[in-house]
């Protein structure tokens, strides 16, 4: 079955020490990977997108993820939080469906990130 | 700016009634996407469309109708057959080329309450 998991449901950091998010996926084939970012009543930004060229990815506001195909994940990370990284995040997956045809986004439940100063 | 727009941003349904929600894109998206949020449990799917006139139901369809008149518009009516509709409701587009990694851009939302 395929899915993905965020492993932890919260996240607490103080300001200016790094940020670590984790989510793991499973699937039998090739995901397409991204994050997004949610603050309150808003809708979700894209914060970045595994594309396959290369696996450690960089995105908006500081933040990367990397890629590891034999352990499944896509954590996301950045070196310093600041205090307006407080939000939730989502790790969001898509599989190819057979014959290629572009499958539907699955969602992970979502890490609410807290930033004390 | 291209973009999404959803309206209203807060809704109020009362007992028995239909209420539609908006969602307008100015992105030229062939694909549209209804999301419900509800705390601590992600997105999920309500209705997609891929193509101007049809349409398919994803994983929570009943009590929902859509309908897909033209490309820019994607509204949504919950139904008085919905028993919980309070929740998040996100409307998010998306281009059908360049392939898999393509992201989907979400509006700003509808909260939606029961009176």
């Known amino acids: 079955a395929q899915s993905v998991t965020q492993l932890d449901s919260h996240v607490s950091v103080s300001e200016g020490t790094p940020v670590l998010l984790r989510c793991n996926y499973s699937?039998?084939?090739?995901?397409?990977l991204f994050w997004y970012v949610q603050h309150p009543n808003k809708g979700l930004q894209l914060l970045l997108k595994y594309t396959s060229a290369a696996t450690l990815v960089k995105g908006i506001n500081g933040f990367e993820a990397e890629f590891k195909k034999s352990e499944t994940s896509f954590h996301l990370t950045k070196p310093s939080a600041h205090m307006s990284d407080a939000a939730e995040y989502f790790c969001v997956v898509r599989f190819m469906n057979y014959g290629g045809s572009q499958g539907n986004l699955i969602f992970g439940k979502g890490t609410k990130l807290s930033v004390k100063p | 700016d291209g973009g999404i727009t959803q309206s209203p941003k807060y809704l109020f349904r009362k007992e028995g009634q239909n209420v539609t929600l908006s969602c307008e894109q100015n992105?030229?998206?062939?694909?549209m996407y209804w999301y419900r949020q509800d705390p601590g449990q992600g997105l999920r799917l309500i209705y997609y469309s891929q193509i101007v006139n049809d349409f398919q139901k994803g994983d929570i369809a009943e009590g929902y109708s859509v309908s897909r008149e033209k490309k820019e518009s994607f509204p949504l009516t919950v139904t008085s057959a919905q028993k919980n509709p309070t929740a998040f409701y996100l409307c998010?587009?998306?281009?059908?080329?360049?392939?898999?990694?393509?992201?989907?851009?979400f509006g700003d939302g509808t909260r939606l309450s029961i009176l």
């Open positions: 992105l030229n998206h062939d694909a």
């Open positions: 998010a587009s998306c281009t059908t080329t360049g392939g898999s990694n393509q992201p989907q851009h």
């Open positions: 699937s039998s084939y090739s995901p397409s």
